[in-house]
């Protein structure tokens, strides 16, 4: 197996969560309604990190949640059954505008799959979309609002995002 | 961490990594059960039937709310006012249910390894719950998942299962569950009720319910079954209250951060008092709530397809 390629390492993590922050921030003027909401098992780790961010160039408090989508997708048939993470939205979504976050935008099932699952605690304003690798192959009609780096796959490829794992450098791969 | 298994007959085959799976995903599922919107689309447009060819009605309310939550269609099956009083063989019964595209079965039946027979003759997930004095599997995960959730783990507890062991399914599925989640199981009750054949299982026996509870910290008990038992097996409903249920003063020498549960119905007054069944102690209407969370992941584990369980 030919050696992964490395396309972000950890400064590079972070300068882009930094520029999605930003411009997260130019696009909604009124901190005091955004909500941030992670996908597991990278999405949420993501979240956290842009909320920290966001606190500071919004000067408040920017409220993270954890939203596992697995018992809304579509593909439950086709393999075994995915790992399900607890859920936690300690806030109201109702008039919101929530930004999803997740690591690596694919398919855009997974997101489909996270409207629908939002959709059970409330009927947000806006719901926007941050990703920190757009890998391209959609098939469905979504797209991103803010995206780290755009990379061109083949569709065997395996993008692979670690974040906080111990004695290990948070980097994003490429794996032929 | 993932699961591979089409049917659920029995806690004596998991793994323990299986067991922790399933304990995982009820975790989410609880919380699900605490939302505004308690129901989730995971099993929508299957079909789930209720087989219950003995009476139950915790089980099998469980069961149907568990199915409902996930969104799949239930049909509930019970004995008497089934065709087997007209003779059909379950073998039958089965297939007919599978004529009518059903995706699961959740079977309880008196005899010892219906389910397993099921899961033989059609091509629908089995679920097991309860099979004669064999084994009852949701019911130990679920008591599992309640230790956990109180204890924050369950190896090395001290797990005390009182009552009547012989003749019960749920004591042999929390041994299998307990002991491969490394839990030192102490089983008590009258020397005909708790033979000591049962350390082959990996337990500790003894007929002395003061020192089984001394170091217990979970304390299980059973419940007295009137239906299942012989008049020869103890003397008398007060004689065993007497020297094996849990009352005030028995509670009084355990430790004191001891937890009490009973998988129901609850006998009150025999194998346990009233009041202690109700205290802060008592971990009975959890197991309840739990029990639908447990089964939640159930159905949704198996009803995961073959293949790898990493998304394209």
Redesign the interface.
Known sequence: MPEPTVILNAPAIQRALTRIAHEIAERNESGAEVVLVGIPLMGDLLAFRLGKILSDIWKLPVPVGTLDVSMHRDDLDHRAAPTIHPTVMPFDVTGRTVVLVDDVFFTGRTTRAAMDALNDFGRPKHIQLAVLIDRGHRELPIRADFVGKNVPTAITEKVRVRLDIPNQPDEVVLEK | ????RKHLLDIESLTADEIVTVL??A???K??GE???K????LRGKTVVNLFIEPSTRTRISFELAAQR?TADIVNFSADASSFKKGETLKDTARNLEALNADFIVIRHSTSGAPHFLSRVVNASIINAGDGAHEHPTQALLDAFTIREHKGKIAGLNVTILGDILYSRVARSNIWALTKLGAKVTLCGPSTLVPKTFEQMGCRVTHDVDEAIRDADIIHLLRIQHERQRKTMFPGIGEYTNLFGLNKARLAKTKPDALIMHPGPVNRGVEIDSEIADCERSLILEQVTNGLAVRMAVL?????????????
């Open positions: 961490m993932s699961w591979n995982d995903t975790r989410a599922f919380l699900v939302r505004a919107i129901k989730v689309p995971a996930l949704f584990l198996l009803n995961g397809g073959k293949g790898p369980q990493e998304v394209a």
